[in-house]
């Protein structure tokens, strides 16, 4: 039985992937082996990386400029290997501070140069995305964190800047149409709209590379993951092919353009349902409301245990909010069908009119 899965990560993935990875799994393309079997250096799996990191070039319309990795570690390992491949000591970065994963890539790029945080919603618990702020020219680079998962946060701008744009992209990645070219570096983690856990995406440009003396750990070295196809250490080669299957999906549906209509459909009618219902109301600035994690509470929160629990009755999970804000969220990714938020909205319509 499928349940209306609304967990924010590792995620909802489609039907199709499932089904295919699911054969994968007995005998990958007829070979007699297991994908988790097939040796990373054989043809058949460079076959599937290579399409994995063409697909993710294709589908955000990147420069020649760009190179496509598929590295482990998560966006945590990413929050220090970007400054350890960026910065010299002594240099500086722009950081602007909107979360919990924006605060843990700032505490990491500290140990390598000087992180100033030209503007931050800490005061405000995240409740909204900075507006104003000076990104000094200095600066090696501007990182942002693009969508917010723990407090529903989206920047619906990219912002305007002369110095190299870098953006950890891990729970909005592909949901939306955007000028990907603006920036230098993109890193996420695939398990929430590029497959299943265990893989993470980077997309860097060549020209930001080997600008440092410091020695950089073999492993750290984009440069030489980039040299190496992706094949520097043993991928993770299961994640790696949901994550193509799923970039497959992603095309097949009409690109990002196309599955964006679908996010801002499935976000404006879960928000109208917040808007209006009296039991609930929603966390965050309405002109920063994110599209892929709807944060909510109950102005009654004894209530809050009962609604998780009707939830539950009808197959609908994964909506209790962060340990860290309470309340509720729903994650709309990219393979979470409409249908889903439908029923979740006539839940919280139900579950209202009984309280009436």
Known sequence: MKVHNFNAGPSVLPNEVLYKASKALIDFEGSGMSILEIGHR?????AVMEEARSLVKELMQLED???????????????????????????????????????????????????DVIASSKESNYNHIPKQFNIPPQAKYLHITTNNTIYGTQWQMTPVTDVPLVADMSSD?????????????????????????????????KSMLGKITRKIPTIMDY????????????????????????LRWLKEQGGI???????????????????????????????????????FIMDKPEMEEEFLKFCAKEDI????GHRSVGGFRASLYNALPLESVEVMVEAMKYFSLKKA
């Open 173 to 205: 990645i592909l949901s939306r149409s955007m000028d990907f070219n603006k920036f230098s570096l993109i890193y996420a983690g695939v398990q929430k709209n590029m497959g299943a856990a265990g893989a993470t995406m980077v997309a860097v440009r």
């Open 42 to 46: 054989t043809s058949p799996f460079i």
């Open 317 to 320: 999970v994964g909506i209790k």
């Open 257 to 295: 353009t196309a599955i964006e209509k679908i996010n801002d459909k499935k976000a404006a009618m879960l928000y109208d349902e917040i808007d209006h219902n009296p039991l609930f109301r929603g966390t965050v600035a309405k002109e920063d409301r994110s599209k892929m994690n709807v944060c």
């Open 223 to 246: 440069k030489l993951h980039i040299e190496n196809g992706s094949m520097l250490n043993t991928p993770p080669v299961f994640a790696v092919y949901i994550s193509m299957l799923t």
């Open 65 to 115: 400029d760009f190179e496509i990795l598929y590295l482990q570690g998560g966006a945590t390992m990413q929050f220090l290997q970007v400054p350890m491949n960026l910065l010299e000591n002594g240099d500086t970065a722009a950081y602007v501070d909107t979360g919990v994963w924006s605060n843990k890539a700032i505490k990491e790029a500290k140990s390598f140069g000087f992180v």
